[in-house]
């Protein structure tokens, strides 16, 4: 996953023109603590937008992005699904 989140910071950043470099410990914790449940194109578009919002070189734990990862994890609620007719 750090190989991935590290890849991502690099494209975001080139494709996006930001001189962000990396990721800090702090947000690497936060990304690694989130299941990701929509794999690695989920991961790809938390870490774009970190970039996008990051103010220095660096992305770091309190980045919003990664804020709404965690706090949506901690609110996550399973709701049966219905069967349908068709």
């Given at each position: 996953m750090d190989v991935l989140a590290e890849h991502f910071i690099k494209v975001s950043a080139i494709?996006?023109?930001?001189n962000v470099t990396k990721l800090s410990q702090g947000a690497l914790e936060k990304l690694r603590s989130w299941t990701?449940?929509?794999?690695?194109?989920?991961?790809?578009?938390?870490v774009e937008r970190a970039v996008l919002i990051a103010t220095s070189e660096e992305?770091?734990?309190?980045?919003?992005?990664?804020k709404i990862r965690i706090s949506k994890t901690l609110c996550r609620v399973s709701v049966p699904m219905?069967?349908?007719?068709l």
């Open positions: 494709l996006n023109s930001r990701w449940p929509g794999n690695v194109r989920e991961l790809e578009n938390v992305v770091v734990s309190e980045t919003s992005s990664l219905k069967k349908v007719s």
